[in-house]
């Protein structure tokens, strides 16, 4: 059994989220004490209690602690993951609903899935931008295609965007199961083909997103031989919005986002989100800051070592680093004295095609 304390690096979510996905993934019973523990509400949260109970349906797991506001989980699965047709909300996981995130839900889902025995059918509901989670656009257009071409496939399609408080979004996504996934050489950057500047509002004014959306590009215009615009409502539970850049290149795509709310300013956030694109470009990385850390967990699982640079070495990618070392699933080496920031992560054995643990089972 796995023994992980949920402390670990930067004590947020990001532990107890990776450690049950290789469980589920490798079929190895886990025990997570003081889960989020470095966070100001400590314990699990909807969105948490969401992927314990989602991993549980997967792999008929015996769950110990799977209730809010819980500080230690058992996990312990039974079935290899199950393929087919899923639908989870995390609205369900309290009374009178969440917008916990629906992106982190599916993330974590994702690799385990990958390990099934045929493909699947993914709903998950809740928020699709929120704080302090991946935006449904760098889930879609930069995790997804990048895993993808690795051969753990991932195709998600936004059916209702999910703002705080109520949340209500709704991700569709297919996964294909994979054998091996292959690993990721990525260490010199490519040029960038075009930047896509989006601006979208459920329940606010246009006018203050469009003229937001136009400085993004003047500021931005000089970076890419091609920028494209687009400003758009959508509906949705809540009134919200976002103003979200993608820098489409030949290989790892970036993308950087900035959510506001209706007391938000669109263009206050301009400055900001355009000095973060050209640091990015300027680092000479190929993985941005959020890609970089996600990509750990499903590169622990590939046939053989990878190689890939990012802008800097994050609080989140370190905690990934070290806990796949302690998991036994790879090594990783994150050398943060050079520019930019140099990722090796190095496998340690193969789950087998059964999809069996990599450490023994008690």
Same mark, same amino acid.
């Given at each position: 059994?796995?023994?992980?304390? !949920?402390?670990?690096?930067?004590?947020?979510?990001?532990?107890? /989220?990776?450690?049950?996905?290789?469980?589920? *993934?490798?079929?190895?019973?886990?025990?997570?004490?003081?889960?989020?523990?470095?966070?100001?509400?400590?314990?699990?949260?909807?969105?948490?209690?969401?992927?314990?109970? &989602?991993?549980?349906?997967?792999? &008929?797991?015996?769950?110990?602690?799977?209730?809010?506001?819980?500080?230690?989980?058992?996990?312990?699965?039974?079935?290899?993951?199950?393929?087919?047709?899923? /639908?989870?909300?995390?609205?369900?996981?309290? /009374?009178?609903?969440?917008?916990?995130?629906?992106?982190?839900?599916?993330?974590?889902?994702?690799?385990?899935?990958?390990?099934?025995?045929?493909?699947?059918?993914?709903? =998950?509901?809740?928020?699709?931008?929120?704080? +302090? &989670?991946?935006?449904?656009?760098?889930?879609?257009?930069?995790?997804?295609?990048?895993?993808?071409?690795?051969?753990?496939?991932?195709?998600?399609?936004?059916?209702?965007?999910?703002?705080?408080?109520?949340?209500?979004?709704?991700?569709?996504?297919?996964?294909?199961?994979?054998?091996?996934?292959?690993?990721? +050489?990525?260490?010199?950057?490519?040029?960038?083909? /075009?930047?896509?500047?989006?601006?979208?509002?459920?329940?606010?004014?246009?006018?203050?997103?469009?003229?937001? =959306?136009?400085?993004?590009?003047?500021?931005?215009?000089?970076? *890419?031989?091609?920028?494209?615009?687009?400003?758009?409502?959508?509906?949705? %539970?809540?009134?919200?919005?976002?103003?979200?850049?993608?820098?489409?290149?030949?290989?790892?795509?970036?993308?950087?986002?900035? $959510?506001?709310?209706?007391?938000?300013?669109?263009?206050?956030?301009?400055?900001? $989100?355009?000095? *973060?694109?050209?640091?990015?470009?300027?680092?000479? &990385?190929?993985?941005?800051?959020?890609?970089?850390?996600?990509?750990? $967990?499903?590169?622990?699982?590939?046939?053989?070592?990878?190689?890939?640079?990012?802008?800097?070495?994050? !609080?989140?990618?370190?905690?990934? *680093?070290?806990?796949?070392?302690?998991?036994?699933?790879?090594?990783?080496?994150?050398?943060?004295?050079?520019?930019?920031?140099?990722?090796?992560?190095?496998? $340690?054995?193969?789950?087998?095609? %059964? !999809?069996?643990?990599?450490?023994?089972?008690?």
């Amino acid at each position: 059994m796995w023994e992980v304390d !949920g402390a670990l690096g930067e004590g947020g979510g990001q532990v107890l /989220r990776s450690a049950l996905a290789a469980a589920a *993934a490798t079929g190895t019973p886990v025990r997570i004490r003081r889960i989020r523990a470095g966070r100001r509400r400590p314990g699990l949260r909807p969105q948490h209690l969401t992927v314990v109970r &989602a991993l549980a349906a997967l792999t &008929a797991a015996e769950v110990e602690g799977d209730r809010l506001g819980s500080r230690e989980l058992l996990f312990r699965p039974r079935t290899r993951p199950t393929s087919g047709e899923h /639908r989870f909300d995390v609205a369900t996981a309290r /009374r009178g609903g969440s917008a916990g995130a629906a992106t982190l839900v599916l993330q974590t889902l994702h690799l385990p899935l990958v390990r099934a025995a045929g493909p699947s059918r993914l709903v =998950v509901r809740g928020g699709t931008h929120v704080p +302090q &989670a991946p935006p449904f656009e760098h889930l879609a257009a930069v995790y997804a295609p990048v895993v993808s071409t690795l051969g753990a496939g991932l195709f998600p399609h936004l059916q209702r965007h999910g703002f705080l408080p109520a949340g209500g979004g709704e991700i569709h996504a297919r996964i294909t199961p994979a054998a091996t996934i292959r690993p990721l +050489q990525a260490e010199g950057p490519t040029p960038v083909l /075009r930047i896509v500047i989006r601006a979208a509002l459920a329940g606010l004014p246009v006018t203050p997103a469009s003229r937001a =959306v136009a400085q993004l590009r003047e500021r931005l215009g000089d970076l *890419a031989p091609q920028v494209l615009v687009e400003v758009r409502r959508v509906p949705a %539970d809540s009134p919200g919005g976002y103003l979200y850049v993608a820098v489409e290149r030949m290989r790892l795509p970036a993308g950087f986002v900035a $959510l506001f709310g209706p007391d938000g300013e669109p263009e206050a956030l301009v400055a900001d $989100l355009a000095a *973060a694109v050209r640091a990015h470009l300027a680092s000479g &990385a190929v993985a941005d800051g959020h890609l970089a850390d996600q990509l750990i $967990l499903p590169l622990a699982f590939a046939d053989g070592p990878s190689r890939l640079t990012t802008e800097r070495a994050s !609080g989140h990618l370190l905690t990934q *680093a070290r806990l796949v070392e302690a998991l036994g699933l790879a090594r990783v080496r994150v050398d943060d004295s050079v520019r930019p920031v140099r990722v090796e992560v190095m496998p $340690l054995a193969s789950g087998g095609e %059964d !999809g069996g643990s990599r450490a023994p089972r008690d």
